[in-house]
């Protein structure tokens, strides 16, 4: 299958650092996604990854490791307005053009 | 402002109606996705058109059917509607077809059925 798993809820403190994971399946990987969604809202682009390693841009920063099936989405110098579910979204090369959303991962920022 | 406009924003009905909801997409964007998002659960991917043609398909059901028209808008339209099918339906959009472009999405239509 294409099962994309990502961590159902995380609770991190303002002003800390933040690791969100995304494993998925390999075969006929092509990129890899993270949005964020606050409750009710449309989902925003943060990254696109394509090759291995880090990508980064401002207080977020996104991994893919294509060998291994896995990403993260690192966080850092959290906010209150952090607080919001990421989601990781994958596409293959095999699938026409879906790109396939992982449950998200719900953060909750602590004052 | 994703530049992606949906329409209704909310919409109330009754089991065993018809709704059809409309995008547009952003300027210039050949692509048109639609999901659907139940309450604490991930977005499903349910169809995609591409210059007015289907592209890809995913879990969307048989009372489900949308189109893309040359104008590039698109509409989703839902029958014989059910209880479960009360969601947040999102619209997005892409420059061109082919993995790895980004979609943007609309604020999306939430959809009641009561």
């Known amino acids: 299958g294409q099962n994309i798993d990502q961590p159902t809820e995380m609770t991190a403190t303002e002003g800390a650092i933040v690791q969100i994971n995304c494993t998925y399946q390999t075969s006929g990987f092509n990129g890899l996604f993270w949005y964020q969604q606050h409750a009710g809202e449309a989902p925003t682009f943060l990254s696109y990854?394509?090759?291995?390693g880090l990508e980064e841009k401002g207080r977020f920063s996104s991994f893919l490791s294509r060998s291994k099936g896995y990403s993260y989405l690192l966080l850092k110098e959290l906010q209150m307005k952090d607080s919001a579910s990421y989601l990781c979204a994958v596409t293959y090369m095999n699938r026409d053009d879906k790109i396939i959303f992982g449950k998200g991962t719900r953060l909750h920022i602590l004052p | 402002d994703s530049g992606v406009t949906q329409t209704p924003k909310h919409l109330i009905t009754a089991t065993g109606q018809r709704v059809t909801l409309r995008c547009s997409p952003r300027?210039?964007?050949?692509?048109v996705y639609w999901y659907q998002q139940s309450l604490d659960q991930g977005l499903q991917f349910l169809i995609q058109?591409?210059?007015?043609?289907?592209?890809a398909k995913g879990n969307i059901l048989e009372r489900f059917s949308a189109q893309q028209f040359p104008d590039l808008h698109s509409e989703l339209n839902l029958s014989s509607l059910e209880l479960g099918d009360s969601a947040l339906y999102f619209c997005?959009?892409?420059?061109?077809?082919?993995?790895?472009?980004?979609?943007?999405f609309g604020e999306g239509s939430w959809l009641t059925v009561v």
């Open positions: 058109y591409y210059n007015g043609e289907e592209r």
């Open positions: 300027s210039g964007d050949l692509s």
């Open positions: 990854n394509v090759l291995d």
């Open positions: 997005a959009s892409s420059t061109r077809q082919g993995s790895g472009n980004t979609i943007y």
